[in-house]
């Protein structure tokens, strides 16, 4: 009988709940599989909440699910013009695309379920 107890216990123990954050501030390293030479973070530590420094601008907006599940809301940003303002557009279409967000291997990895996708690593410290 104890061991039904146990593998009861494990099975609910492992049922816990996903995270609804990743912590950390996250820069950009590929973007659908090519190295993105701009610079550009994302931050999930805010539950519902995206931000982060695109190539040219600050940005923000809102996010739904439950972790790894990834779905955004319009992502608003400043308006200012520098030289990476094409990569930033790229930028904002392909983190719209995403749906999902996981950690791995100390980097953070979104998909969008079709191939595509976009590999972070931790920020340096500012």
């Avoid at 593998?7 to 950390?24: D, F, H, K, M, N």
């Avoid at 950009?28 to 190295?35: F, K, M, P, Q, W």
Wanted: aromatic share 6%; with cysteine.
């Amino acid at each position: 009988m104890r061991y039904l107890v146990l593998v009861a216990g494990l099975a609910v123990a492992g049922c816990g709940a996903q995270p609804e954050t990743i912590p950390g501030l996250w820069q950009i390293e590929t973007l659908d599989g090519e190295a993105f030479a701009a610079r550009a973070t994302v931050d999930l530590s805010e539950p519902g909440r995206i931000s982060g420094k695109a190539p040219c601008n600050g940005y923000f907006g809102s996010r739904e699910g439950t972790l790894p599940a990834l779905d955004l809301g319009p992502i608003a940003s400043t308006q200012m013009a520098c030289p990476d303002l094409s990569d930033e557009g790229r930028f904002f279409e392909r983190l719209e695309a995403m749906t999902s967000a996981v950690e791995e291997g100390g980097k953070l990895v979104l998909s969008d379920g079709a191939g595509g996708g976009m590999v972070f690593v931790p920020a340096p410290a500012e």
